[in-house]
Every structure is written in C-alpha cells, then in structure tokens.
C-alpha cells in the first residue's frame, strides 16, 4: 500500500514538472518604453506610438521605443521583424544608418533580451515580436522634425490685377510633410521686396495669395533653415475684345471697298468687249456680202 502511494505521488509531480517545462513562451512579459516612460498603447495601427524621427541622425532613447522582454529562460533568441521601422540591438553609438529590418538578440545567461525600435517615416510601422512559437506586433509612427525642405509651385502667368495662389510645402530632413513648419517669404514685385511668414497646415502645405500688377511680374521666394525655392508670375493682358472688334470691321471694309472696285473693273471691261464683238461682226457682215457660203465668216455671239 505504501509504495503504491510512493508511486502515485511520484507520478503527480512528474506531471507537473512536464507542464511546468511545457509553459507556453507567452508567459514571458514584454514592456515597451520611450525615453524611460512606459508605453501602454502600441497594439493597434490606431493606437500605434509616437516617435520623433532622428533630427541628426543619432539614435538613442528619446527617439527609440525600447521593447524588453522578461522571464524568459536562459539563451532564449527573441527575434524582430519591421516594417515602415527600423530595428537596433543596442543603443550604443546608434545611428540611423544601424537600423534594420530585422534583429535577433539573445537571453543568454540572464532571463531578459532588449531591442530597440525607430522610424524615419511619418507612415505607420509595424514590429512583429517573436518568443518561441508566439508572435507579437507592436505599431510606430514617427513624427516629423524641424523644417529642412521647402517647396514653392504658382502659376506662371496671370491676368494683370488678378489674385494668384503661391503654394509652399514643407519637409523635414527625411522628406515627411512637415504640419506647422514655420516658412519665411520674399515677395519681389517689380524690385517692391516685402516680407512675411506662413505656417503649414496638417499636411504641410500653405497657400499664400498674391495680386498681380498691371505689368511686370512677382517673385516669390520661401526659405527655411538652408533651403530655399522660387516661382515667378509673369503678368499677362487680359484680351480686348473691343479693340479685336474694330481691327476686325477695317478689315472688312477694306474688303468690301476692294470687291466694289472689283466690280466696276468687271463692269466697265464687260461693255468694252461687247463693243469689241458689235465692231467684230459690223465687219464680217461686210465681208461675207457676195461670198460663197463656205467662205463667209461666223459671228461671234
């Protein structure tokens, strides 16, 4: 009786020590931190977290979000994969160039690994975790630095008087649209320089109206940090049509007089060749008086 409840005891705690060993990966815990702040968000594209792209190219842990994983056994590999983000093992003399798409770090000796997450692009990026057999995808979304690109586009012409748009588009170093980027403008109308300061929208553009002079042109030029672009507006008359009008009649009546005198000429040659004709046959009747027929001559009608 003894042994077999020797036996019955040492079987429960082989079973449970199976189950302990057969605990699923995901019983590891992963945190996620930016600049030492926990993050509690990041699970979904809605709610993915906010980091500011590198502004000189230098990584570290104000612009990376750092993914810990804990209580994982000994020389336990966590593995990464991103997309729209780049990956780092280690923020060690980090630089944007040492990011990749993906990254694997090991436990080794100890029970945590930790990598770290960044993003050059406003678009939402994705971190796929692995531990084991279970995945994990965490959302990024970077947000865009100082200005460091202007764009300017207008039209190339417009009416004299009229009121023209002038377009300016802001980018950080990364090219992402850059929403309340300050922009300075130099307006030049005709050597008349004035000065004066927009802002972007959420999608990084701002329009500026300008109206044009009677003649001439405006230059506009937008600047920020080191960058600068320039559009001209060249001005054009509007069309008169009253003036086309009048050019128009003279040259009807100059057509008009020039058919009249056309006309007389015909007139006038017309009765000189029905005189010629009247004199014409006055003479072969002349001649044809006492001819045979077959010498008389036609008349002409």
Not at 13 to 22: D, E, K, N, R, S
Not at 204 to 212: A, E
């Amino acid at each position: 009786m003894t042994s077999t409840k020797k036996l019955s005891i040492g079987a429960a705690i082989a079973l449970v020590a199976g189950l302990i060993t057969g605990l699923p990966a995901n019983a590891a815990t992963q945190t996620l931190a930016v600049n030492s702040v926990t993050q509690s968000t990041g699970t979904t594209a809605a709610t993915a977290i906010a980091l500011p792209v590198p502004a000189d190219n230098t990584v570290s842990v104000s612009n990376a979000l750092s993914i810990s994983v804990s209580g994982i056994a000994n020389n336990t590999t966590v593995s990464a994969t991103a997309t729209n983000a780049l990956l780092l093992s280690t923020l060690s003399a980090a630089t944007v160039a040492s990011g990749s798409a993906t990254v694997a770090v090991n436990s080794g000796t100890g029970t945590s690994a930790e990598f770290f997450v960044f993003t050059k692009t406003a678009a939402t990026g994705s971190v796929v975790v692995t531990v084991g057999n279970t995945t994990t995808t965490y959302y990024v979304v970077g947000t865009p630095g100082a200005v460091a690109k202007v764009v300017a586009s207008a039209p190339a012409t417009g009416l004299a008087g009229s009121t023209q748009s002038v377009v300016v588009s802001a980018f950080d170093k990364y090219d992402n649209a850059k929403g309340s980027g300050s922009v300075n403008l130099v307006i030049n109308t005709n050597g008349v320089v004035t000065t004066t300061t927009v802002t972007t929208g959420a999608n990084g553009t701002v329009s500026h109206v300008v109206t044009l002079p009677t003649s001439g042109s405006v230059t506009v030029t937008a600047f920020a940090a080191s960058s600068s672009s320039t559009v001209n507006l060249a001005v054009t008359q509007p069309r008169n049509i009253e003036a086309e009008l009048g050019v128009a009649l003279a040259a009807v009546a100059t057509l008009t007089a020039d058919l009249a005198t056309a006309n007389t000429a015909k007139a006038d040659l017309e009765k000189v060749i029905r005189k010629l004709k009247w004199q014409y046959n006055v003479l072969v009747k002349k001649y044809n008086v006492g001819k045979p027929k077959a010498q008389k001559l036609a008349f002409i009608k």
